[in-house]
């Protein structure tokens, strides 16, 4: 008999997922994975010291998988299939802290140190890695930067109701300018784009030449659209469901009939827009929701930076 997959929540921030089909176990086998927080104020000062600048956090764990049969007991650290660990960040935590200077250090048992570095995503606030061994792992990261954000763009004025949604995503690496030095705030917003933009939020590195269909794979793979019209334009009700579905498709009790124009909601569509509207993620204009306008760069945004927030409250 082959295990497919084993999965433990930990309570206190790690999440481990084991694909382990390359290891062989009778029936009478049982499996055991534990996932302990290192807590002891030494331990963790020994291992910590030696890495001054990435303190901001504190988080070490103790990963191992035993295999019992008879009262007999057998620990495996090795495993030819990758193991996924997912460390759970505190809202707290995130505001402090750089993301991008996330990284994981394995401790082994003879005490060789290596670096994991894996994806941070910012609407679950988890940061994965993957390894084939199971030992000791420490969580770190940098201090946030305190130097203000410099706004580079021409077209994007402090004034504008958009501009924290413009610093919010440029200074966090979703969006890029249209120029060296122009955002294009009413520009048309494609589905190829937004696609990467909520891909970088997710953690994945999409920049460059190909960049369009490497965030329509991650998209279709993520299961959040079906990929196609990569370079259509996309509506605020589609934006919307996106979102939704990346973030699992919640229920939601809420409903629209404060807006006007609540019956234009797609029907695909408004379930995903219930819950963006009771999570403050859509607004609506002057009472409107306008579910079938195309998005703007801005608006588009204006959207994501709420729902990332609307995950830290």
């Known amino acids: 008999m082959l295990i497919q997959q084993q999965s433990i929540n930990i309570e206190n921030g790690l999440q481990l997922i084991a694909g382990l089909e390359s290891i062989p176990r009778s029936d009478a086998d049982t499996i055991i994975i534990t996932a302990s927080e290192i807590k002891d104020p030494e331990k963790l000062n020994d291992f910590y010291k030696v890495y001054p600048t990435q303190q901001s956090i504190r988080k070490g764990y103790e990963v191992t998988f035993t295999v019992e049969n008879n009262n007999q007991k057998s620990s495996l650290t090795e495993f030819s299939d990758a193991i996924t660990l997912k460390f759970r960040i505190t809202p707290d935590e995130v505001r402090r802290i750089d993301p991008n200077s996330l990284v994981v250090y394995k401790v082994d048992d003879n005490g060789v140190v290596t670096g994991l570095h894996g994806t941070f995503d910012r609407a679950t606030l988890t940061y994965t890695v993957t390894t084939n061994h199971l030992c000791n792992f420490y969580l ?27 610093e919010f995503v ?100 408004f379930d995903a827009m219930v819950w963006a509207v009771e999570n403050g993620i859509i607004l609506g204009n002057n009472g409107r929701l306008m579910p079938r306008d195309n998005a703007t760069r801005v608006q588009a945004a204006a959207i994501i930076q709420r729902f990332i927030e609307a995950t830290m409250k």
């Open 140 to 166: 770190m990261a940098e201090e946030a930067s305190n130097e203000p954000w410099i706004n580079p763009f021409i077209d994007v004025k402090e004034s504008d109701w958009f501009y924290s949604a413009v």
């Open 170 to 269: 440029n200074r966090n690496g979703f969006y890029m300018g249209t120029g060296a030095n122009t955002f294009t705030p009413n520009g048309a917003m494609t589905r190829a784009m937004f696609w990467t933009v909520l891909g970088r939020v997710n953690g994945q590195t999409l920049s460059g030449s190909g960049v369009y269909d490497a965030a329509r794979g991650w998209a279709m793979s993520a299961g959040i659209t079906d990929g196609t019209s990569p370079y259509g334009d996309i509506s605020r009700e589609q934006i919307v469901t996106i979102i939704w579905r990346y973030a699992g498709s919640p229920k939601s009790d809420g409903e629209l009939s404060a807006f006007s124009d609540a019956d234009n909601v797609s029907d695909y569509a």
